[in-house]
């Protein structure tokens, strides 16, 4: 039995998920709508308030679907009540974002401004002029979203340069050129 399959998913009182005959979950909750076709091997169900998804062999393709769309449903249900949220920290001398409505601008060193547009669903913070918060209710947009961001100026493993990380990622630093003595 998968380790991640094999686990109910809990769907709380605010969200309300139906399943079609063509195997397609509709999450939908306060912060949004969600759905996502499965595969018509995998068997979802709902009693009472929890999901379940089976599969209907121990074959290697049916165990590998069997985590995924139960990862993928849970992240459902977790986007709709509470969302996803990615930080990204702007390191460098002048390097700086703001938000304007939808659009993002990034000065990081190059001699324009970089401007990216949140497309729907997602929206952008800036706390301060070196954090950025990538929201929405779909994990996989948050996180590609934020993986672009990042792209514009990835991070410099040296010393004093510019760069774009997440919060959480750490950098391994290397000496400068006056390592070589």
Known sequence: ?????????????AVTVTIDGDNLVTVV??????S????????????SGVLTVTR????????????LY?????NMVVGVTDGFAKT??????????QV???????SVGYSHPVEIFAPEGISFEAPTVDHVIVRGVNKQHVGAIAADIRAVRKPNPYPGGRS?????????????????K
């Open 1 to 13: 039995m998968s380790r991640i399959g094999k686990l109910p998913i809990n769907v709380p009182s």
């Open 70 to 74: 139960r990862a993928l449903i849970n």
């Open 88 to 97: 990204l920290v702007l390191e460098g001398v002048g390097c700086r974002a």
């Open 56 to 67: 209907p062999s121990d074959s290697k393709p049916h165990k590998a679907m069997h985590g």
């Open 36 to 47: 996502e076709k499965v595969n018509k091997d995998i068997t979802v169900s709902q009693d």
């Open 100 to 106: 304007d409505g939808p659009k993002l601008t990034l």
């Open 29 to 34: 909750g306060p912060k949004g709508t969600l």
């Open 164 to 180: 774009i990380r997440y919060s959480d990622e750490r950098i391994r630093r290397k000496e400068g050129k006056s390592g070589k």
